[in-house]
């Protein structure tokens, strides 16, 4: 992993440094919901990221640890993205940042599928995706 050179020691300007931008939490959203991604996947999602700043935003995710890219099955060219443990451990920030958007932000509230389970029972749901993650991430150990 390549050393970042950040702002300052302050956690807040240190995390901005790697998420301060609106494609790389959405980026980890993706990974989260739907476990593991090539970059083809990435290229369909709603919100249309550019391809430039896709491959930008994965090298850069997978220089901090956050993600992981391992060779497709049967494909070596192809990637397979998936979380690490680093960024297993960002999910229970992003659904508080969904959440805070759920309430704050017209509209986004009906639109998230997720969102609705998430309010069911915060707690449960957490363990869950972060379970199923973390297990997913020990199968593919080689």
Known sequence: MKAAEMRSDCPISSSLDIFGDKWSLLIVRDLMLYKSRTYGDFTKSVE????????????ML???????????????VK????LSPKGI??????????LWGGKYLSGSDESSPFL???KKNKTKFLKKI???LSANDEANID
């Not at 451990?89 to 969904?98: H, T, V, Y």
Request: aromatic share 4%; glycine share 4%.
């Open 79 to 82: 990637g397979l993205y998936k």
């Open 89 to 98: 451990a960002l999910i229970p920030a992003l659904i508080e940042l969904a």
């Open 116 to 118: 609705k389970e998430v």
């Open 130 to 132: 972060m379970d199923d």
């Open 62 to 76: 997978e220089n901090h640890g956050i993600i992981i890219k391992a060779p497709y099955p049967d494909n070596k």
């Open 48 to 59: 249309k990221i550019a391809t430039n700043i896709l491959a930008n935003r994965l090298q």
